[in-house]
């Protein structure tokens, strides 16, 4: 099987005039000028012992650096393990050291912690990558490092995602998986080689790392990489540059039309508008209609589990059918309502939402975990509610699990909860998502009214923002005389969520608000 390191070099032959842009870095590269980047990359590694199966993290934003990592990792045959760079210290360390991580490049500004440096094998900092790669590629001359070959059941990339238990689940895929979920999601949008894609979704996440990073050199179209996401950034490269594909999830296209700024820059190059990650509205579809034409809108679904691409509306199809639905199955994937379901409102069959296909994961690295995901049938339960009509079209409805989505980042309340009773002070809190307009939901700690009177909440934010990643940390802090309960020892989430939402209008930020 070939990796996506023979397909890129096969296309920087094929398509010698396509390009990669990284405007933060005032960087320019054609394919092949970015493999020769890539391949010194692969030889420094290989020459500090790096080779096939071993654990390597890629911390960072979207730059050069981490992109040339990520596919020098591939050529060696070792396994990528991206970390968010919203993660902090005690998140970074579970990760590499659940993952059996063997070095990490640290591509983020700023100094490296005295704890990740002494807590992991060796560690590689942005400003220390020329000096790595000049010390240890004359190790491995270029001519005795061919290209890694991978098997179908070689692991390849180590994703880890937020479940509803209280650690991150590492999430183990092979090429199979990824190569199937790149070139479906190519084929689905009609990607092409005049094509111009904007990556501007953290490229440490499934969604940028595989549908984007992996599927823009296959049909050798060009590529532009932001750094972070603003709304003002991404409007001007897309008019920089003349953007034909966007990626995003749906905060990211709420924020780009609540500017007020998207009229004063010519958006008419983007021919695909795709948004995935989290429930889409028909107000959000209907603006970017507006903006970009209602033909060229497209929502799909995925999870970290299926490499972000398992349901996808097609272009195939009338505007007016696919509406705001998640689609229909893509490529090789399969999905349906698990058995026992019942109707939703309008007559359609509703239940939990199972997929299985080319596009799954080799499994979690807890095999327990693994075990308890799939049925008899090998069908992987996702823990989403969806409703499906006769057509085979699905709809993403709700949740079986509780998950909280904030801005198309799934996080999980039991690990937040489990932070928060860390504090000295407090315990048996409970954290609830809120319906919002921008970022799907937001984050509500719930404590005790007894426990919140001793605490002091400036000294409790202090604690969090050491534990948590940002958009893990609450958005409001509440406090109840007694927390709702649905039976013996069991919280009732759905009643918390009413009084919340009730008071959501006066909630005040950095501060406790009592109710009731």
Request: hydrophobic letters at 40%.
């Amino acid at each position: 099987m070939k990796s996506f390191y023979d397909l890129f070099k096969e296309a920087s032959v094929r398509y010698p005039d396509s390009a990669i842009y990284f405007p933060d870095e005032g960087k320019e590269y054609s394919y092949a000028e970015f493999l020769e980047g890539v391949d010194s990359y692969a030889r420094a590694m290989a020459g500090c012992g790096i080779g096939r199966g071993d654990r390597v993290a890629l911390f960072g934003q979207n730059t050069s650096y981490w992109m040339k990592c990520f596919f020098a990792l591939m050529k060696i045959g070792a396994v990528s393990v991206p970390i968010s760079s919203k993660c902090v210290e005690d998140e970074i360390l579970y990760i590499a050291q659940t993952a059996g991580v063997k070095l990490m490049f640290h591509l983020m500004d700023g100094p490296v912690s005295a704890r990740l440096m002494h807590s992991i094998p060796a560690v590689v900092t942005m400003d220390r990558m020329e000096a790595f790669v000049h010390n240890y590629s004359s190790n491995k001359p270029e001519g005795d490092l061919p290209a890694f070959q991978p098997g179908r059941e070689d692991l390849q990339m180590i994703m880890f995602t937020s479940g509803t238990t209280a650690d991150p689940k590492g999430v183990m895929h092979g090429p199979e998986s990824l190569m199937n979920s790149a070139t479906d999601f190519m084929k689905t949008i009609r990607l092409a080689h005049d094509d111009v894609m904007l990556l501007n979704l953290p490229i440490s996440h499934i969604y940028g790392c595989v549908l984007i990073c992996c599927s823009f050199f296959l049909v050798g179209a060009d590529l532009v990489v932001s750094r972070t996401y603003t709304a003002r950034g991404t409007l001007r490269l897309i008019d920089e540059y003349r953007c034909t594909v966007l990626n995003m999830v749906p905060t990211m296209y709420q924020l780009l039309f609540s500017s007020e700024l998207a009229p004063r820059y010519d958006l008419s190059s983007v021919r695909t508008a795709v948004v995935g990650g989290s429930y889409t509205s028909k107000e959000l579809v209907d603006s970017m209609g507006k903006a970009f034409g209602k033909e060229h809108v497209m929502c799909g679904y995925g999870m970290t589990e299926c490499a972000s691409w398992a349901l996808g509306q097609g272009f195939d199809r009338p505007a007016a059918e696919r509406g705001t639905s998640a689609g229909w199955p893509v490529g090789n994937m399969e999905a349906r309502i698990a058995p026992g379901y019942g109707l939703s409102e309008d007559g359609m069959i509703q239940g939990e939402l199972c997929l299985r296909g080319k596009g799954m994961m080799l499994g979690y690295l807890d095999p327990e975990i693994t075990a308890a995901s799939y049925d008899d049938e090998g069908w992987f339960h996702t823990g989403d509610v969806a409703k499906k009509d006769q057509t085979g079209k699905y709809w993403i409805v709700d949740r079986c699990k509780d998950m909280i989505i904030r801005g198309g980042e799934n996080i999980s309340p039991k690990h937040v909860e489990l932070v928060i009773d860390g504090f000295e002070g407090i315990e048996g809190s409970q954290v609830v998502g809120i319906r919002d307009a921008v970022f799907g939901e937001k984050v509500v700690a719930v404590l005790l009214s007894d426990q919140a009177r001793n605490i002091d909440i400036k000294s409790l934010i202090s604690f969090l923002r050491l534990r948590l990643g940002k958009n893990r940390r609450p958005d409001f802090y509440v406090a109840l005389p007694a927390i709702p309960m649905a039976g013996v020892g069991k919280v009732n989430k759905q009643a918390i969520r009413k009084l919340v939402d009730a008071k959501i209008g006066c909630l005040k930020r950095n501060t406790i608000n009592y109710l009731g």
